[in-house]
């Protein structure tokens, strides 16, 4: 699986890494579907916030319900960023504002109001989740064709928990650990690689989406300072618009020509690749160029099952 050129296990051409029509469908219903369960927890406050409210005869008394005192800051408009930053005075004086400006207003319907203007914040938070949610649905993917690999191999793995911060023993029933998984480790040959998502590379001096290492997750700390620790680096770009799949692109190549430029100043080579789901055929022909030339070691469709357990396949037996 160490071969000269392991893109040709899964491509014969360019043409192979442009993502169709049906997989760009398919990536945006994932994304709607992410963004409905992550909206579910703030529709679920909104009803409570009603049953709460609906107990005060007019505006004015909201300020009396205790239990609903963040939420009514929530709907004047400041987000649970910018509540650090404020006094108490500022928070009562906005509650205050929200009341005056607004419920009054709305008459007998105050407690609808209300409940419009707390989801219209949290609808402003849930869309700054989303920015980056292709971007974590794509390692969900790569974590999860990753550990398929390792488990129909015969082989163990531990993984780092994001909320413990512990490596955790494989378990025998692993379904969903990708929503925690933030590190991987096994054995290949008999030797330790540990994968490591999103980690600031001191030599490169920027953080890389993949870094893939000749460690022990004990060792870590210390062989993440060592350059001639890192196999292979990657970047991985989950985002599915093909409107900005040429800016992902861009992001991606320019991280990638960092990482060899430096670890080419210290005479060191580690693998090098890509994985992205939206893939124009422009941007493919450039990518297939690279890896013709070696620039790039291999690529890969995040979209494409196949070219997927191929690149991962690649990964594992590093």
């Given at each position: 699986m160490t071969a000269t050129r392991p893109y040709l296990q899964h491509l014969t051409s360019s043409e192979d890494l442009i993502t169709n029509y049906q997989a760009t469908r398919s990536g945006f219903v994932a994304l709607a579907l992410e963004k409905n369960r992550r909206a579910t927890p703030f529709i679920e406050q909104a009803r409570t916030l009603k049953l709460f409210a609906s107990q005060a005869k007019n505006p004015t008394d909201l300020i009396n319900i205790l239990d609903i005192q963040p939420?009514?800051?929530?709907?004047?408009?400041?987000?649970?960023?910018?509540i650090k930053y404020l006094e108490n005075q500022d928070k009562i004086d906005a509650i205050q504002g929200l009341i005056k400006n607004f419920l009054e207003p709305a008459g007998t319907n105050f407690v609808e109001e209300l409940v419009f203007r707390f989801l219209l914040t949290r609808g402003e938070t849930l869309g700054g989740s989303m920015r980056n949610a292709g971007g974590i649905l794509a390692q969900r993917k790569l974590i999860r064709t990753l550990i398929s690999i390792l488990r129909i191999s015969g082989k163990s793995y531990r993984w780092l928990h994001s909320v413990t911060n512990q490596w955790?023993?494989?378990l025998e029933d692993d379904?969903?650990?990708e929503l925690y998984l933030k590190g991987l480790n096994w054995l290949s040959e008999s030797e330790q690689r540990t994968?490591?998502?999103?980690?600031?590379v001191s030599v490169v001096g920027n953080n890389i989406d993949?870094?893939?290492?000749?460690?022990?997750p004990e060792e870590l700390t210390q062989k993440e300072q060592l350059p001639s620790?890192?196999?292979?680096l990657g970047e991985l770009k989950g985002g599915i618009d093909p409107a900005g799949a040429d800016e992902h692109w861009k992001t991606a190549r320019t991280a990638l020509q960092r990482i060899v430029i430096a670890f080419s100043k210290i005479e060191l080579k580690p693998h090098t690749f890509f994985i992205g789901a939206a893939i124009e055929?422009?941007?493919?022909?450039?990518?297939?160029?690279?890896?013709?030339?070696?620039?790039l070691e291999n690529a890969a469709n995040l979209t494409n099952d196949q070219q997927m357990a191929s690149i991962g396949r690649w990964i594992c037996h590093l």
């Open positions: 939420a009514l800051i929530t709907a004047a408009g400041i987000s649970d960023k910018a955790v023993p494989m379904s969903d650990i994968l490591m998502l999103n980690r600031k993949l870094c893939l290492l000749n460690c022990s620790s890192y196999i292979a055929k422009n941007m493919a022909r450039e990518i297939w160029y690279q890896l013709e030339t070696g620039v």
